[in-house]
């Protein structure tokens, strides 16, 4: 009964950031919404019973990923007379017409097809040793490609942003 | 007792929000934001499924934490381009940014 209620309150909160986050007129709040979103979406993890994953979702999340979207936005304030600026292009309607879309469709899909299975049973908890086992052992390939790509990625990342001098 | 529908059809409203900030707005981070939300949406979608219907093997949580780290690698490269696109242009207007040439 607690965690029907905790998640309905999660729900609302999390569907109200998100909105935030795409129809707010500044994109400092954008950011701000969407640190709230993450949290959310942690929390949910929690009441899923998978507590490794809402602890990474909160370090990666709503730690680093926000803090660096905030540099970012700081690196590249335009002018302060931007603020007649259209925050929306013109293909705004068509974006409505196709997140509606999707929108209808995913959710007609997830409610009429019947889940197999105790779906209506708490969810078990997954715990952070059965995660690991299948982490390094069936998944360990991937496991070392990913942290290739996240070195990929690092050394990418300053080659763009950094300051040609004279070349 | 909270059913798995409940999960899909929140996430899918998150992943319908990630669709329309990504083609609606015109600020190249919140473009980049909406794809984190549609990012979050379906490790969310992944989770749910995994734990409802696959306790055991996890294989939903699996691809969760490399959801997790991809979006990071995914985060770091575009906000660096962002950047050199607000030093060559001086915009981070993506429709501004349109001619896939400098």
Redesign the interface.
């Known amino acids: 009964m607690a ?2 209620v905790l ?1 309905w309150i999660f ?1 609302v909160a ?2 109200g950031v ?2 935030g ?2 129809f707010s007129r500044s ?1 400092i709040h ?2 701000i919404f ?1 640190i709230l ?2 949290v959310g ?1 942690g929390a ?2 929690l ?4 507590e490794f ?1 809402a602890i ?2 909160l370090l ?2 709503g730690g ?2 926000t803090v ?2 905030l ?3 700081m ?2 304030r ?1 002018g302060a007379g931007g603020a007649a600026q ?4 013109p ?2 309607p ?3 017409l ?3 879309g ?2 209808a469709i ?2 007609g899909v ?2 009429s097809t019947s ?3 105790d ?6 908890g ?1 715990s952070i040793e ?2 690991s086992e ?2 390094f052992q ?2 360990g390939a ?1 496991f070392v490609i ?1 942290s290739a ?2 070195l ?3 050394v ?3 080659i ?2 950094r300051q040609e001098d004279a070349d | 007792m909270v059913p798995l529908e409940n999960y899909l059809v929140l996430s899918a409203i998150l992943f319908s929000l990630g669709v329309y900030g990504v083609l609606a707005r015109r600020n190249a981070v919140l473009v980049l934001m909406s794809v984190e939300l549609m990012l979050n949406a379906v490790s969310m979608n992944f989770i749910a499924f995994s734990a409802y219907l696959d306790p055991s093997r996890i294989t939903g949580v699996i691809f969760a934490v490399f959801i997790i780290t991809v979006a990071a690698a995914e985060v770091g490269l575009a906000l660096a381009i962002v950047i050199r696109l607000f030093r060559n242009r001086a915009t981070v207007n993506v429709d501004e940014a349109a001619i896939l040439k400098w």
Not at chain 1, 47 to 50: D, I, Q, S, T
Not at chain 1, 86 to 89: F, N, P, Q
């Open positions: 965690t029907e998640w729900a999390i569907v998100s909105a986050v795409v994109v954008s950011a969407l979103s993450m979406v949910m993890y009441l899923l019973m998978v994953l990474v979702q990666i999340y680093a990923v660096l979207i540099l970012a936005l690196l590249t335009m259209k925050v929306d292009g293909q705004m068509f974006a409505l196709a997140g509606g999707i929108l995913l959710v997830a409610v889940w197999p299975g779906v209506d049973d708490q969810p078990t997954i059965l995660i299948k982490l069936d998944f991937p990913a790509l996240l990929v990625a690092l990418g990342a300053i763009l942003a």
